[in-house]
């Protein structure tokens, strides 16, 4: 039986597999599709929220935890006028616009999670359009159940204490809780994305490594390049206006690159498993 790899030895294999499949240039790739997704989702996401129970400082609030502050501004400047405005035709456009814009993006990560595998895509165009389309679709509503979960958690907290009667020590317990919980819905949204886009047929447990890497990696990237861009990095000043969409296609990558090693790491696991015995 083979001996397992090392932990020096796995980090090696990953190192050889990020050159061989180009992982940075379509992390690239990955990063000009959510750019060109990004103002549809917005259109769709701000023209369903005044329909809803939310205020636009909620919103806000909830933004400020892992957008970087030039981004913030840049969505606090454009976003009034669309909350105030309950525009039926603008929330269709928005709808339509963001699943053909977006099923672009999960195209080309279709590719390249395929590439992670090195497998050829053999399924048939409309299997994979219709495919891409359903992903969109169920992210639109994961996205959304990820802001409106910490959004109303802290209410509901507030509420079940003053219910109960509980210290505002449970407050702060709630509120961890509430973050665990957006972590959990990630964790699935990348299972779900490792588990049905390669061209391969794959165990549930086979993607559990990935998804928990690109979890934990998203969430402490987005945090730590927030923490940088607002205490370090003046984009502005070097760029000026087109500070924030540089901003931007840097947090997209990131999260291109976090996405496209968290494939890698699961298409390692498999290739160890499936490796004949000499």
């Not at 269709?92 to 963001?98: Q, R």
């Not at 070097?238 to 999260?255: A, P, R």
């Amino acid at each position: 039986m083979d001996k397992p790899l090392s932990i020096f030895g796995w980090l090696k294999t990953l190192y050889l597999r990020i050159g061989k499949h180009d992982l940075f240039g379509l992390a690239a790739q990955l990063a000009y599709f959510f750019l060109l997704s990004l103002f549809p989702l917005l259109i769709t996401l701000f023209s369903i929220l005044p329909f809803l129970p939310i205020t636009e400082e909620m919103i806000l609030g909830f933004l400020d935890d892992f957008a970087p502050g030039e981004t913030l501004q840049y969505i606090e400047q454009n976003i009034t006028p669309i909350l105030d405005s309950h525009d039926g035709g603008l929330l269709s456009f928005g709808i339509i616009a963001t699943i053909w814009a977006a099923s672009n993006g999960m195209n080309a990560i279709i590719r390249a999670i395929n590439r992670a595998y090195d497998v050829k895509e053999n399924r048939h165009f409309l299997f994979v359009r219709a495919l891409s389309v359903l992903l969109t679709i169920v992210m639109i509503f994961v996205f959304l159940l990820a802001l409106l979960l910490p959004v109303f958690g802290k209410h509901i907290g507030i509420v079940l204490s003053s219910m109960i009667g509980l210290s505002e020590d449970f407050l702060h317990v709630w509120n961890v809780l509430r973050w665990i919980v957006s972590a959990i819905i990630l964790f699935f949204m990348f299972s779900a994305l490792y588990l049905v886009t390669p061209n391969k047929k794959l165990k549930c447990l086979a993607i559990i490594p990935g998804a928990i890497f690109s979890t934990i990696g998203w969430m402490v990237s987005s945090f730590g390049f927030s923490f940088y861009v607002d205490n370090f990095g003046n984009y502005t000043v070097t760029y000026g206006s087109l500070g924030v969409i540089i901003i931007l296609m840097i947090w997209f990558y990131l999260t291109g690159v976090i996405l496209l090693l968290g494939g890698e790491i699961n298409a390692i696991r498999e290739d160890l498993k499936n490796k004949p015995c000499p």
